[in-house]
């Protein structure tokens, strides 16, 4: 347009803050959507409060639950993951707090809970609204009063755990089927960040591949890559997210 100057106005002006950290732990972006993630994330990690992290597959969600673990008090503590995406449900009990020898068939030795494992430290249910619904209560509980029963255990055992969750499920819409619990929904979502997928943020790119290259151990390969071979990665969807990246 030559020496004309356009300037658009919202109908509606609001002020947006973006904060100027582009990273939390290893997790990097410069848009303003994931410099607000950070800025939320950045609040919520000296604290014990439970963090629910959702997006879709490949976004990362397990990386940001163990940087939220290192900006934590318990980052020399245990971090202990549980992916409730691949507990059968007929073992969900046992699989979340463990079981004594001989509790039931097939039971031959004992089995510690992950969070007697994680005990000081966090544990991180990865998949959270896979976990079938008769076992939610029970986690609920255990959530609630810090404490857990093994299956075929009389006592309770007090626990000390940050809990952090992550989910590619709309939970919300979840417990309105009737699939998730409400009360077990608003206890591990405490503080909730929902992460972007790649392809809503595809001026990250060059950033995430220059911190993939460098990670690999190269850290001039980056300018190595010509502008079109960037251009190519920046019109792709990414189904994947940064996984498939």
Same mark, same amino acid.
């Given at each position: 347009?030559?020496?004309?100057?356009?300037?658009?106005?919202?109908?509606?002006?609001?002020?947006?803050?973006?904060?100027?950290?582009?990273?939390?732990?290893?997790?990097?972006?410069?848009?303003p959507t994931?410099?607000?993630?950070?800025?939320?994330?950045?609040?919520?990690?000296?604290?014990?409060?439970?963090?629910?992290?959702?997006?879709?597959?490949?976004?990362?969600?397990?990386?940001v639950a163990?940087?939220?673990?290192?900006?934590?008090?318990?980052?020399?503590?245990?971090?202990?993951?549980?992916?409730?995406g691949a507990?059968?449900?007929?073992?969900?009990?046992?699989?979340?707090?463990?079981?004594?020898?001989?509790?039931?068939?097939?039971?031959?030795?004992?089995?510690?809970?992950?969070?007697?494992?994680?005990?000081?430290?966090?544990?991180?249910?990865?998949?959270?609204?896979?976990?079938?619904?008769?076992?939610?209560?029970?986690?609920?509980?255990?959530?609630?009063?810090?404490?857990?029963?093994?299956?075929?255990?009389?006592?309770? +055992?007090?626990? $000390?755990?940050?809990?952090?969750?992550?989910? /590619?499920? #709309?939970?919300?819409?979840? *417990?309105? @089927?009737?699939?998730?619990?409400?009360?077990?929904?608003?206890?591990?979502?405490?503080?909730?960040?929902?992460?972007?997928?790649?392809?809503?943020?595809?001026?990250?790119?060059?950033?995430?591949?220059?911190?993939?290259?460098?990670?690999?151990?190269?850290?001039?390969?980056?300018? +190595?890559?010509? $502008?079109?071979?960037?251009?190519?990665?920046? /019109?792709? #969807?990414?189904?994947?997210? *940064?996984? @498939?990246?």
């Amino acid at each position: 347009v030559g020496d004309t100057m356009l300037e658009f106005t919202p109908a509606q002006p609001e002020q947006v803050e973006v904060p100027e950290v582009a990273s939390f732990g290893p997790v990097v972006g410069n848009g303003p959507t994931m410099r607000s993630v950070f800025e939320r994330l950045r609040k919520a990690g000296p604290t014990d409060l439970t963090v629910l992290i959702t997006g879709e597959t490949g976004c990362g969600k397990e990386l940001v639950a163990q940087a939220i673990h290192q900006a934590s008090n318990r980052a020399n503590r245990p971090f202990i993951v549980v992916d409730c995406g691949a507990i059968a449900p007929s073992l969900a009990e046992s699989a979340l707090f463990g079981h004594e020898r001989g509790s039931f068939t097939g039971a031959i030795e004992k089995r510690v809970s992950p969070f007697v494992e994680a005990d000081g430290g966090t544990i991180f249910l990865d998949e959270l609204g896979e976990l079938p619904v008769d076992v939610q209560p029970k986690l609920l509980r255990a959530l609630a009063e810090q404490r857990i029963k093994a299956v075929g255990s009389k006592t309770y +055992r007090p626990v $000390n755990v940050r809990v952090l969750a992550a989910t /590619r499920r #709309d939970l919300v819409r979840e *417990v309105n @089927e009737g699939n998730f619990r409400s009360d077990l929904y608003f206890r591990v979502a405490q503080v909730k960040v929902e992460l972007p997928p790649l392809r809503q943020r595809l001026e990250d790119i060059p950033l995430l591949v220059r911190k993939m290259l460098a990670d690999m151990g190269d850290k001039t390969a980056y300018d +190595r890559i010509p $502008n079109d071979s960037l251009e190519r990665l920046m /019109r792709h #969807d990414w189904p994947g997210n *940064v996984r @498939e990246l």
